[in-house]
């Protein structure tokens, strides 16, 4: 099974719109190949009937890419990992019945993995050549993503605690929802980021939805901008025009400051220090300066996953993965994909 001393997983990622795949030694990550599906940007938004297909064609190369990159031949792997949800289920599906394929074919252990988990231990994810100052345990984690929006009091490994999450749509949804209305390309939030950087943060208010304790609500916000949107359309039909750095920056400064605002009490209440930030919306410059800014007030130490690990990828799977390994965790081969994935 495992090679000598070595821990050797090949992890698959491909729960929405990138197909992915890694391997890992002993925790290292040795590659992380990621292909993206350029495809859904003229739809603005995931077409899932389009992402299972293309996920179909990425799969093989993208494996065969990961191994050769790490240097690994496939009888040296002591473990196939992968996301087994949350996602979309035609996406799943292709990686899970991959996965089972390489796990009968040579004759090693399947490991399950779930994918909003990974995101947040993707703060240990670290090359041979990387410095790496993971947080220790317990610590808070907010994971952001284009399909979640959670707090989650961070254990260890593989226990891991929601204490509040989002009632409606997740940041990035709400970013790329506005995004779109504003007539951004899909996916909007990197985009709203760019232009939020030259704009003033204070040119338009937008009200913060509320959602009871430590839970998020983005929906309302939503409805607010396509209403502000039409009020102004009727005064000057191309709007916002030469005002769209304003509108992103104030757009983005209200969800930074909703999931800051949680942030902030859920820290008070748990009375941990240690935040980190998860997900493809960690890679938000507003969020990251804020985040920063309120660090300082707090006395919080901050973790942050480098870019390459923020938006989906197959190393945080390999890390998970690593770790079920050495737990003893494996997973039948009539195993199915969930949709939804409780932790
Ligand atoms: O974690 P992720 O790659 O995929 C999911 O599992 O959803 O997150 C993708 C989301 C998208 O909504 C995208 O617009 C958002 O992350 N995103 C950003 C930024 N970069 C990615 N949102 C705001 N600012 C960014 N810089
Ligand atoms: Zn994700």
Known sequence: MSNGQHITILAIES?????????SRNGIILSNIIAGQEIHARYGGVVPELASRAHQQHILPVVTAALSEAKVSKSELSAVAFTRGP??????????????????????PLIEVNHMQAHIIANFAVREDGQLNPPEFPFLCLTVSGGHTQLVVVRSFLDMEIIGETQD??????????????????????????????GNPAAYRFPKPHAPELNFSFSGLKTA??????????????FPGERLADLCASVQSTIVDILLDKLTLAADRTGIRRIALAGG???????????????????????????????DNAGMIAIIGHHKYLAGEFAPL???PLAR???
């Open 334 to 336: 009539d195993t199915v």
């Open 225 to 238: 901008v396509l209403y502000f949107l039409q009020k102004e359309r009727i005064k000057s039909p191309d």
């Open 87 to 108: 996602g979309l289920i035609g996406s799943l599906l292709v990686g899970t019945s991959f996965s089972k394929g390489m796990s009968l074919g040579l004759g090693i």
């Open 169 to 198: 749509d997740a940041a990035g949804e709400a970013f790329d929802k506005v995004a779109k209305m504003i007539g951004l390309p899909y996916p909007g939030g990197p985009l709203i980021d760019k232009w939020a950087s030259q």
């Open 281 to 311: 919306v960690s890679a938000n410059s507003g969020l990251r300066n804020g985040l920063h800014r309120i660090a300082v007030e707090k006395g919080w130490d901050v973790f942050i996953p480098a870019m390459e690990y923020c938006t």
């Open 341 to 343: 994935y409780p932790f």
């Open 15 to 23: 729960s929405c719109d990138d197909t992915s795949a890694a391997v």
